[in-house]
C-alpha cells in the first residue's frame, strides 16, 4: 500500500467519524457532505488499489524480459542446430547416393566378369549355326565313356525318357560337355556303389534335365555353392573344380537354368530346363 492509499483511507476515516458527530448534533446537511466525501474517498481508494493490482511489477517485468531473452536465445540456437543438421542430412544424403552408384558400378562389373568368365569356359560349337539334336541318344553316348569307371565304382548310370527321340536346337558336343562334366563329379562325389538316373523330358517348350543319384550327397548349406569357379566341399576330391562351372555356363548360354538339390546323406539332384529352340 503505497501513501497515497493510506491518505485516501485516513480521510475516509475521518470523514466517517464527522458523519456520525453530526448525526449525533441533528446537523443533517453535515452528515450528507461528510458522508459523500466518505464515499468518494473509498471508491478512489478501490480504483488505487485495483490498478496497482492489475499493473505488473517492475520486478515480474524483468522476470518475464529474462524469460523472453532466454527463449529467444534457445530459439536461435535451436535454429542453428536445425540449419547444421540439415546440412548433414543433405551430405548423407550425398554420400549415400554416392555409395549406392558405386555399388550399383561394382555389381555390374561383377556380373560382366563373371560373365566374361562362364563365356570363357565354354566349349567350341560343332558349327557357327546350332544343329538339331537328339539329346536321348546323346545322353546315351555320353554314358557309354563312362561305363568302365561307373562300372569299377560298382555305379550303375540308366536314361529314363518317354520316348527315343527328342530333339533340341543345340551344339551336340556341348550338350556331351553338360552331360559329361555332370556325370563325371556324380561318380567322383557319389563315394559309394549306387545308381545315378537321368530322366530327360518336355513340358511346353522346354526340356527338363534331371541327374539324381544316390551317393553320400552335400549338406544343404554347401548345396547352392557347387556351381561356382573352384568351389568344392567339405567332400573333396581332387580336380580343377570347373566342371558344374562349366556345366551352368552352356546351360545358360541356351537361355536355360540350372540347380542342385541335395541333403547329407540322401545324394544329389541336378536339375536342368533348356528350350527347345
Not at 85 to 97: F, G, I, M, N, P
Amino acid at each position: 500500500m503505497n501513501t497515497t492509499q493510506k491518505s485516501l483511507l485516513a480521510c475516509s476515516a475521518i470523514c466517517y467519524a464527522l458523519v456520525l458527530f453530526s448525526f449525533l448534533n441533528s446537523s443533517l446537511w453535515l452528515v450528507l457532505v461528510f458522508f459523500i466525501l466518505h464515499s468518494l474517498a473509498l471508491l478512489y481508494f478501490s480504483y488505487l488499489t485495483y490498478s496497482y493490482s492489475q499493473a505488473p511489477r517492475e520486478e515480474e517485468l524483468t522476470v518475464l524480459k529474462e524469460q523472453y531473452d532466454q527463449l529467444a536465445d534457445e530459439n536461435a540456437d535451436l535454429a542453428r542446430r536445425l540449419s547444421q543438421s540439415e546440412k548433414k542430412s543433405e551430405e548423407l544424403e550425398a554420400v549415400q547416393r554416392d555409395l549406392e552408384a558405386a555399388r550399383l558400378k561394382l555389381d555390374a562389373s561383377e556380373e560382366t566378369a563373371r560373365d566374361n568368365a562362364l563365356t570363357a569356359l565354354l566349349p567350341p560349337a560343332d558349327t557357327e549355326k546350332q544343329e538339331t539334336v537328339n539329346i536321348i541318344q546323346t545322353a546315351r553316348d555320353t554314358i557309354q565313356e563312362f561305363l568302365p569307371f561307373a562300372s569299377k565304382a560298382g555305379i550303375q548310370i540308366l536314361v529314363s525318357a518317354a520316348t527315343d527321340h527328342l530333339l533340341v536346337k543345340a551344339s551336340a558336343r556341348r550338350i556331351r560337355v553338360l552331360l559329361r562334366n555332370i556325370i563325371d563329379n556324380s561318380i567322383k562325389y557319389m563315394n559309394r556303389a549306387g545308381n545315378l538316373v537321368i530322366t530327360i523330358s518336355t513340358i511346353g517348350d522346354d526340356i527338363f534335365i534331371v541327374l539324381k543319384d544316390n551317393g553320400k550327397g552335400l549338406p544343404a548349406s554347401e548345396t547352392p555353392h557347387i556351381f561356382e569357379i573352384n568351389y568344392q566341399g567339405s567332400n573333396r576330391i581332387s580336380g580343377n573344380g570347373l566342371g558344374l562351372t562349366q556345366a551352368k555356363a552352356i546351360v545358360e548360354s541356351y537361355g536355360g537354368t540350372i540347380y542342385a538339390k541335395s541333403t547329407e546323406g540322401n545324394g544329389m539332384g541336378i536339375y536342368i530346363q533348356i528350350p527347345i529352340q
